[in-house]
């Protein structure tokens, strides 16, 4: 491999890939987040039914998290690109509508993987609740606080604390699987790097761009996640 | 069909009646959108800038143009890219898609606008360089021909580890002729066999001569050579056509026209040239 030839290949210039690169990166980036914040209202959804006094919604959070951790991803990815939209297009035949309805690669991208993530959030979540100490959640309901007042006040932020290090697992988790979403055809990195080198026959080039593209989403990130949670143990001490 | 709820039963005459409505039973093509993967060069491929290019591309805005329709393409990715044909996604696959009766069962298509043979790339230094037949035509239709080049190919081959992209005719190629005798690795894509090749974690790749004449062209490529007969024919079928819905037959109408104009007025070897570098146009009376 030339290293000159390489920068070339990857920069910003005519023959380069740069733009198309550094925009798949930018939409790997975009799919991750939303398939991140949905994935958050999942397991917050999850979690509130596990934690339910109601038997039924406990079974029925316990279904989600068995089949959705249960399964590969790429299989949710399938079923419901071309699953949905032949579902949804047979729906519209019923009502008289002729076309095509579907999902759009972004969407489908954004729901499979978060319904994924989501199952191992509401896991993190649940957990993270099991964490408080008993005693605190004692001493609101002995100073008279109401179940809202105290999630404000003591079980949300001292849950919120002890699931952060999970949370940034399952962000770490989603930033490599939204690769998978590639199969629909969105020009997310896997996708773009799969472009590239079968457009220009460098295979090696490419994928040691998809390396280091991945590399630096999930290290910045990181340090993103660290910074949070450092700022949540603000006010704790810890052994020395 | 029966129907178990009387408001679906009401609701499915309602559709019924919506579509009775709108007289385009015989449908007027005037845009179709046909999907590409875009990374298979030389058939299509995307430019530095994002630009979809290739063969087919230009083969696609010369058809088009003949029958007045306005076409366009999206890029999807060669898993799935049948079933998002019959889903709806889009109306026409040109994706170096080779015509086999295997995959007319599930789609239609237009005649074939490539024809183009099947044979085995290996390293100039590996021993199957001088396999038997090379550059020999060897149509699969005639059994007696077939049986004989099998023959002579099974001792070199033996025991060899041959690469192929999966769910292509060259593997079911494979699969029917030289299965026991070769150990068949399957790859998502072309270019993942070729590294394996240049790897020597296989002993040759199977493909079609169109996209190992780019292969050959490209860095690395100068290490390899082709060898073994040039195979068409029987389970690899016609060649190349556009894959179309078993429900748009007068979609397929156009595509044959134009293509049938594009073989006989030598556009479609020109731009076989231009990115082949060599002629895999159709014969016309095919």
Partial sequence: MDLGGYFTLIGFGPTGWGDQLLAAALMTLAVSASAFFASLAFGLVGAAAKLAPSAPLRWLAEAYTTIFRGVPDLLVIYLFYFGGSQALSALGHLFGHAGFLGLNAFMVGTLAVGLVAGAYQTEVIRGAYFAIPPGEIEAARAVGMGRLLMLRRITGPRALRFALPGMGNVWQQVLKESALISVTGLAEILREIHIGAGSTHLPFDFYVTGFFLYLALTTLSGFLFRGAEAWTMRAERRPA | ?286
């Avoid at chain 2, 077939?146 to 033996?158: F, N």
Wanted: charge should be neutral; hydrophobic fraction near 40%; proline fraction near 6%.
């Fill in chain 2, 1 to 286: 069909m029966s129907l178990p709820h009387p408001l679906l039963r009401a609701l499915a005459g309602a559709a019924a009646l919506a579509l009775l409505a709108t007289p385009a039973l015989a449908k007027e093509w005037t845009k179709v959108v046909i999907a590409t993967e875009g990374a298979y060069a030389p058939y299509n491929l995307h430019a530095p800038d994002g630009k979809l290019i290739g063969f087919e591309i230009d083969l696609a805005n010369d058809l088009c143009a003949r029958v007045k329709l306005t076409c366009e393409f999206v890029a999807q990715d060669w898993d799935g890219i049948i079933p998002g044909l019959n889903a709806g996604k889009y109306d026409a696959i040109m994706d170096g898609m080779s015509i086999t009766a295997k995959r007319l069962e599930v789609i239609n298509f237009s005649r074939a606008y490539t024809r183009s043979p099947t044979t085995f790339a290996v390293e100039k230094t590996s021993p199957l360089a001088h396999m038997p037949d090379t550059g020999k035509r060897v149509s699969l239709d005639d059994k007696a021909a077939t049986e004989a080049a099998i023959k002579e190919l099974t001792p070199a081959l033996k025991g060899k580890i041959i690469g192929v992209q999966i769910a292509t005719i060259q593997a079911d190629l494979l699969n029917t002729y030289f299965k026991g005798v070769v150990e068949i690795r399957t790859y998502k894509t072309t270019e993942e066999h070729d590294l394996d090749l240049a790897a020597g974690r296989v002993d040759a790749a199977l493909a079609s001569t169109s996209y190992f004449v780019s292969t050959l062209s490209k860095p690395g490529g100068d290490k390899l050579v082709l060898a073994g007969p040039l195979f068409t024919g029987g389970l690899l079928g016609q060649g190349t056509g556009v894959g179309l819905r078993k429900s748009d037959p007068e979609l397929k109408e156009l595509f044959d026209r134009a293509i049938s104009e594009a073989i006989a007025d030598g556009t479609i070897r020109t731009l076989s040239l231009k990115w082949f570098k060599t002629d895999i146009s159709p014969p016309p009376s095919s």
